[in-house]
């Protein structure tokens, strides 16, 4: 973030480039809604906990 107010003259505070990049974000969900029938699907989650 710095790099583009020195690459662009840009003379803002870090609050301000963060409400303007706010807008940006997507809004679009992380998740599926798996629909099957008990039995027919799988599901496993390959994790890795460091101890």
Do not use: C
Not at 6 to 33: C, G, H, P, W
């Amino acid at each position: 973030m710095f790099n583009i107010k020195k690459e662009f003259d840009y003379e803002a505070s870090y609050d301000s480039i963060r409400r303007y990049l706010k807008n940006f974000r997507s809004t679009k969900s992380a998740y599926m809604v798996l629909s099957s029938s008990p039995g027919e699907e799988a599901q496993v989650d390959f994790g890795y906990i460091e101890h």
